[in-house]
């Protein structure tokens, strides 16, 4: 097949093959070890087919492409419109980069109904990968819903003690938020006649749409509800803590390293998109609330006893960072924030794994318990410090490309953003490293972690390729700010027309 | 014309050794570790020195620019991996390269025994890799990334015995500390993108030579040079910023000798005399840099006075020469400083690996009142850290006292104040220094002979009688005396500063001082150096019980003096105490959970109906999910059609 009508569907097929693969796995018979390989053969093809998206990728070019767009219900009016920008890409590639690693790390840990854990894993892959490549609105929101379906099955089943509390907060909550936006679509689709993002972008900007002035704050609001509470933005963040403590590993990993970033994509993709004045507009509240989050977020984390909520606070500040360079509306911090979004999914999700396999020795994610394990565990420690260091935003790990052109592009946008948002610097080496201090230095307290083994190879396998591309990604982050670059220039355009706004470096 | 001088590889080499003993040296021998460390860090010194050669010879012309590979692009602004190299940074090459192979090959004996030892070869070549980074960089990004790199290798030093809680913390403070200094150089570079679009070193000084002074006392360039020193304040152990150096006296001798006084610590000096054009256009800015320097060099030489512990005194002295250093910087004496800074890197690094092979000599005791009459015992330690205390003294005609009396000379044609203030530090500095010589080699040994590993566990090594310190460990001694003894000798004639001119620009005469006064102020400064050298052989040799009654006179005071002024007791109060209470007790139990979290479960029960229906769902049964999906997008198309059909 010659790689151009490999082009034209390959975003089907990325998209569909894990679902495919899912639903071959509900036939094949409950041999858990058989389910395991099928279930990481799945995973690693949609990861090498998804490598097709940057590698034919046309950099400079900003616009969407490998698009297919096809009639599909006519009444109302839904296309199957699919396609990518630089923005997107990233994003899939994400996915299913993440995937696979779940899979590895849910080998040993997951032994009773494995079968179900790998399909729902899979269903939620498609879930996710389609909500980053839709472009009509419908597909969109369907995707967008049917992640909630496999992520809180993965909660309520696969979790820990207050599992089902833990997955109906997060069912409701998300769900609730949605409403909001569903709601604003189908005002959109009843006032334009489509569901199309870009025929609605052009007849919004084009002046076309009746009534469209005296709705866009509420329809700016609505989508920016739904968006908010799953990134998710202070205040309304207090569902993320419960569903990570209580999620099993691979449930956390996909939460936070692609989940959470459905929010910040929606808010760059249609908030900014569709609503660029009323963005504006209300860019100052949002980006407050961005502030407080980053903030709040890491001072709420460094007093967590139990590392799993303090990740997931930690989450609550890197989220801010995006955020807060998305409604800068400067090249840098709309180039940082997706910088962030993708560095954040590696570090945190290696985060999350590396807390997982703790969990799985020791039963439990109180810090106190441990001490010491950087004898018993020296692989695991170094590997554990260089995800640290990742996350702590140490120039040439990922962490830092990302926070340095957010703070920068909020700085050019008013000083006092770029200075608090900067404290968070400070911050995250509070609360990471003396979270690392307390789990891995001194003496050991607790005999038991004497006997603890180091790395698995499936671990290994599992963390390493994470601790590599946050490696990679710090040193040579041109190879995705060259796609990122062009397609925040375009999406910035409007801001240049609208409000006359220069587009700073 | 300038073939390729391949600086890149200058940061490479310590990398690649770092890597090797990184992955590799767990399963390999001592010999095989301290082979891959040296070579590497010796090639790198070669290196250095075939380019300072060719620069020496003509076949190389400054400021040679070097283009490896893109970095980070963003709309317009981008920063590239990239290197630099002037006078200055060659001055600055030199002395890392060399008296880091020094410190190296001393390790070698030094930690011989260590369990880690190839963990320590490992941190210490990656230490390297980032300082050489910082140094060679050709913007203020690339330098960003030596600078919280040596930040990283310092953490990981310093906590090199994490199984011991103090080390563990000492590192932690040392990168906390650090970062709050990058959270100013940070907003610095910020300041400096929103305003001249770029971080190339060229580029901004391009850009703002032409500028006026801020005579008016404010401006952009005054906040972007006080912010820098923000950064250089938490890097080189400025007030506030210096209380994370004493700390890092927990690391292994050798790397407080490297890093905590002659390479990474003077990065802050460098990086300020690097925006000399920013600095020079600020005067506020340099003010306050004096004043800082001043301040700190006094303020940490009499906490020196009181310290017990060996590495304690040398590490308030290296906060208080390092406080010299900027004196000479806010002074606009930027070579004087950069002068400094090379002969401190002599004698201080002296300093430290004599201290170590004190502590080597006496089985880890590191409290000098249990030390005492070492000379006999181990006499080539005692030599050199003799030339090393009469270099830091300001005796001449060792190395320290060309480069201080310069700084002094020059601060004194700013204001006669810092000079003022300067020469009282001398005089303390002398006391100090001749204390720790007399306490530590004269007298009699009162530390205990057998029985003699202890509380400072790991550096412990032998028993019994102190010991001389084996060849591989006296040999960068005997160099870095020589160093101490001839190091300064280039600043004769003012050499030192005309080679610096063209990164610093001509050396000013400044009208209405004489030679005379020069001569006559070189004069007190002897003077008050020979005087604090009397004062500590009459108080720690000739009558040695005076010090005690003199503390006991001075009761609360001298109290204070012992434990530093209670300044880590007075942050920990004011900051870190408030910042963990008020973020456990009102950001999270109350805001978190009672506020926040108490009105979503509220609003929650509000809709209890919905998600009682909802924890029916949670019946794990995916069929039943299904059908609830089904229903939900059933709704959904209905209203669709609805609306389509209108």
Known sequence: MSTDSLSSIILTLVTFAPLAGGLLLMLLPRRDRDIRIFALVISLLTFVLSLHLPVYFHRAQAGFQYEIDKPWVSTPNIHYHMAVDGISLWLVVLTTFLTPLCVLISWKSIHERVKEFFILLLILETALIGVFTSLDLFLFYFFWEATLIPMALLIGIFGHERKVYAAVKFFMYTMIGSVFMLAAILWLYAHTGSFDFVVIREQIAGGAVPGFSAAAQWLFLGFFLAFAVKVPLFPFHTWLPDAHVEAPTAGSVLLAGVLLKMGTYGLLRFNLGLFPEQSRHNAWWVMTLALIGIIYGALVAMVQPNMKKLIAYSSVSHLGFVVLGIFSFTQAGLNGAMFVMLAHGISTGGLFMLAGILHERRHTYEISEFGGLANPMPIYAASYLVIVLASVGLPLLNGFIGEFLVLSGAFQDKAIYGILGATGIIWSAVYLLWMYQRVFYGTITHPVNNTLGDLSGFEKMAVWPCAAAALVMGVAPILWLGAIDPAVHAALTPFVQVVGRVVGP | MNSSLNLWVIPILPLAGAAINGFLGKRSSRQAVSTIALFFSGAVFAMALWVAMRFWFSSLTLPYHEYLAHWIRSGSFSADFAFYLDQLSLVMLLVVTGVGFLIHIYSVGYMWEDPSYYRFFSYLNLFMFFMLTLVLANNYLVM????????????????????????????????????????????????????????????????????????????????????????????????????????????????????????????????????????????????????????????????????????????????????????????????????????????????????????????????????????????????????????????????????????????????????????????????????????????????????????????????????????????????????????????????????????????????????????LLMGVSVAVALLGWWLAYLLYYSRPELPQRIADALGGFYQTVVHKYYVDEIYAALFVKPLIDGSTRILWQDVDRKIIDTAVNDAGDGARRVSDEARHMQSGNIRSYAAWIAAGSAVVIAFMVWMGSR
């Open chain 2, 144 to 519: 960003f990334i030596g600078w919280e790199g040596v930040g990283l290798a310092s953490y990981l030093l310093i906590g090199f015995w994490f199984t011991k809680d103090s080390a563990a913390s000492a590192g932690k403070k040392a990168f906390i500390v650090n970062r709050i200094g990058d959270f100013g150089f940070l907003i610095a570079l910020f300041l400096l993108i929103k305003h001249f679009g770029s971080l190339n070193f060229d580029q901004v000084f391009q850009s703002i030579a032409p500028l006026a002074p801020e005579t008016a006392g404010t401006g952009l360039l005054t906040a972007i040079g006080i912010l820098l020193m923000v950064g250089a304040c938490g890097k080189s152990a400025q007030i506030p910023l210096y209380i994370w150096l004493p700390d890092a006296m927990e690391g292994p001798t050798p790397v407080s000798a490297l890093i905590h006084a002659a390479t990474m610590v003077t990065a802050g000096v460098y990086m300020v005399s690097r925006s000399h054009v920013i600095f020079e256009r600020a005067p506020t800015a340099l003010t306050v840099v004096a004043i800082i320097g001043t301040l700190t060099a006094f303020f940490a030489a009499t906490i020196g006075i009181a310290q017990t512990d060996i590495k304690k005194v040398l590490a308030y002295s290296t906060v208080s020469q390092l406080g010299y250093m900027f004196m000479a910087c806010g002074a606009g004496a930027f070579s004087a400083g950069i002068f400094h800074l090379m002969t401190h890197a002599f004698f201080k690094g002296l300093l430290f690996l004599g201290a170590g092979s004190v502590i080597h000599a006496v089985g880890g005791e590191q409290d000098m009142r249990k030390m005492g009459g070492l000379k006999s015992f181990i006499p080539w330690t005692f030599l050199t850290m003799g030339i090393a205390t009469l270099a830091i003294a300001g005796i001449p005609p060792l190395a320290g006292f060309w480069s201080k009396d310069e700084i002094l000379w020059r601060a004194y044609q700013v204001s006669w104040v810092y000079w003022l203030i300067g020469l009282i530090t001398a005089f303390i500095t002398s006391f100090y220094m001749f204390r720790l010589l007399y306490m530590t080699f004269f007298g009699d040994y009162r530390g205990a002979q057998a029985d003699a590993h202890g509380s400072h566990g790991h550096d412990a090594h032998g028993h019994g009688e102190p010991h001389e310190s084996p060849m591989v460990m006296l040999v960068p001694l005997m160099i870095l005396a020589v160093l101490s003894l001839l190091g300064g000798l280039v600043g004769i004639g003012n050499r030192f500063e005309h080679f610096l001119a063209p990164v610093f620009g001509s050396v000013e005469v400044v009208e209405g001082a004489s030679h005379g006064t020069e001569m």
